[in-house]
């Protein structure tokens, strides 16, 4: 469905029924990466997935603007959709909107899902930024600059023949593309402002922090961080994983996602 | 229940419906240990809980024995239940025995979850539990050579009251009583034996390895042994947790062992 | 050679010539416990080892004391051989001492070495000191009590002649010993207090922390919390190592201690 | 000094008296990068620094060739100065070659020091240099693509005037010089059959192998598994620290270098 925001159109799903999961996608993603796990994530809950604005079948947008943007088109849909809680997942630029969102509009996350996610942007990742913009040069440039960092070296060098039909694919379909990569860019320049490392001790929600041993573009220390300052939360490391949780461990990813969402409050101490 | 088991009787329970969680203690544990647990593992499907021989409700044994005649008690109360599969999951001792089960009884197996497991006892256990053994002195001894080991180190000076609550406790029930001592020597020394390291690739079963990062008594390494060895595995380290999972991290526990046992099969690759 | 102190001897030997190096010993060692790190250590440097009080041939105590008595004992040793200025290093007791006298008396020192420390005496660590009085029953199990713990479990069983032969001698040199074991438990004892941690950003002088990966004792958590908080320090993990680094891994110990307490400053930001 | 090999000119520079260090070079460095190092490198040894074919002063190559090529530079230049054996000590590429030298030269080489190395040159590695040529549109775009993998996120966001400096200092100088792109280009494909896991274990020579946590290009994993097959190998951990280790923590580089090159033999077991 399509949903109004100021004058854009939001794309969204709402699939099975159960508390509802909120799940957020990151850069380069859209609701259409998470096909394959709509059986298993709405089997229990009511899942819903969204395109954000500049991502899949979203309203593109023409000017700069700030993921908090981002954060009330989710209300928008949340808003739309009647409902008044959700456990809020996300991973990388999507985590990032839970952050803000759990901050901004607390009443409506009773708990929180961070997948590979960071506090704040920082020089390093913003210099990375820069070196997508720098790579549009050519499809095969973008390429190599983006996405052998999703992976762990350890999952791309076992899963040759997926990792060169994802590149054809990537290469013919978007990597070429300037509409998508204008809306890359934009996306990215959205989180230059992301900093939310003051506020975590605010998220009062029992909160999942999830990372990849090998997490090239988040690394562990950012997940750490993260997990020592909100106060309700528990962080596991995926062994064996690098930034793209979701394809390399799927397993792992959907044991995380809905055992916590669904597991019941349990208190011993 | 009171299931008989060769002249022996196995007490077990069984609680709530849907896919069969089996879940097997650790050694000083019984199912009395999972009581608070009950209500979340059985939401959403049938879990089975027993005493091992030598353990809580469960007859006691008069002469040594192996590790693998528990395997057999549990599939003496799979039979008498007329459970013909089940997602298997176990701590520590339990977890052994899990691994065992899986070899010998494979058909009775669709997934396996493994806490704070290892694949053998190494000299360096069998000379702990040696020690366990020699700290039989007293009971305040006894307490000191073995509980400050099952948690992190975090978690002990962070628990205090809980901690000093529970070394009354133990002191006063269980730390001070011949026959519940002898049974955990028993238990002990069931493990001798115990090595399947050479094993662990005959298991096909989908396999989820936790383990604590601040795990004394099972480290890490262990873990990380098994789960470059079963060809069906995926490992995640629980942060800031030591041996003792489900006290440490409730709600990790709980996500993991209720997402493992729940959640669809989904084939990426 | 045997220096008064307050009254009682304090023995301490000097090899060698260059930049001096004061190498502190952990609990349960001694002077004699370094014998065969003296060559490499005095290669190129003044070593100095010495007894702390109640340690070696150093007196025994007959009260309870605090582990800064052993701080003014080691200015007593300098002073008394005329050090105005050395690389201080020590492992486990011996670094806790490191860190109160460069705090006490920073003038003397120019590089601080710490293996395998702690900025403060936990709780946890308190009960296993506890443990082990309590283990004093019997030789046997004071051994067990406290000797496997020292060890990675990796090294404990890759070495099981030399860790055998080890029981024996310290079961029939030391574990029975009633004088031996008063010492151990004084000197436990004098760390209660132990407790740097508010003090650490004090330290201005260029530090190394070590640490084993498989600490079971002094576990590397406690390593990076004291990196994170002195100005100028650099931390390393030994792989594959427990708490008795220089055991464990020779060569790392001695690499780590000469190379750090010999090589050039350099500035290159 | 420039030393003639086989027509091509290697330059070489010899500094200090001792036990000789060789120290070989990563992509992107040349015997220039370590003159801060020199001194402390120097002092106690005798230090033999070279460039390798197609780096800093040494001849420009014009067609493709295998790292085996450098390796015999390498013995070219030990040749010319009646160097019989040595420390071999290299980081990243230069660490390759040190492995190649040692399998194939072994009665050179005393020890062996490996800093951020890889056992192979994996597709995942292959893909980063495919994007390093694919990055030569722009000195901006080479930059962005490169740079910011060499050092770990934490020391990048810590020290931004350091790398802004170097950031113009490189755009300047070197990513806009074709010859030297071209020579990086060809370096870089000189690794392409780079591949020793399996003659590891030919390795008899003390190895030390160091790397960093935060090392985004040659992560830990490749460094643990290179020191679980050579047999005499150690390995320690920079915390804090990425691919670049000189020039993220000098002191702990310097450490390890001079402390392993110089430390005498220790055997306890």
Chains 1, 2, 3, 4 share one sequence.
């Not at 985590?95 to 901004?104: D, I, N, R, T, Y």
């Not at 549009?136 to 390429?143: C, F, G, H, L, T």
Request: with cysteine; proline share 4%; glycine share 6%.
């Amino acid at each position: 469905m399509f949903i109004d925001f100021n004058g854009k159109q939001i794309y969204a799903e709402s699939h099975g029924q159960g508390t509802t999961i909120v799940l957020l996608s990151g850069l380069m993603m859209s609701v259409k990466s998470w096909r394959p796990f709509i059986p298993a994530l709405s089997e229990n809950n009511r899942l819903i997935l969204l395109d954000f604005l500049d991502q899949g079948k979203s309203s593109r947008m023409c000017e700069p603007y700030d993921i908090a943007l981002q954060v009330d088109a989710v209300k928008r849909v949340l808003d739309h959709l009647g409902i008044t809680q959700a456990v809020l997942a996300g991973i990388s630029y999507g985590a990032s909107v839970c952050m803000q969102f759990a901050l901004k509009y607390p009443e409506y996350v009773n708990r929180l899902a961070l997948f590979n996610c960071v506090a704040y942007i920082s020089p390093w990742i913003k210099d990375l930024g820069a070196g997508w913009t720098a790579a549009r040069v050519s499809p095969e440039a973008y390429y190599h600059m983006t996405t052998p960092f999703f992976y762990s070296p350890g999952f791309y060098n076992r899963n040759l023949d997926w990792i060169s039909a994802r590149k054809d694919f990537l290469i013919e379909n978007y990597f070429g593309d300037a509409d998508f990569l204008d809306s890359i860019d934009r996306m990215t320049n959205s989180t230059n402002g992301h900093d939310v490392r003051e506020r975590l001790c605010e998220i009062q929600v029992k909160t999942l922090i999830a990372g990849g041993r090998d997490d090239l573009l988040t690394p562990l220390a950012e997940q750490k961080y993260i997990s020592e300052r909100i106060p309700n939360a528990s962080m596991v490391t995926i062994e064996d994983c690098g930034h793209a949780t979701m394809y390399e461990k799927p397993e792992c990813f959907l044991t995380l996602l809905t055992g916590f969402a669904n597991c019941q409050e349990i208190k011993l101490q």
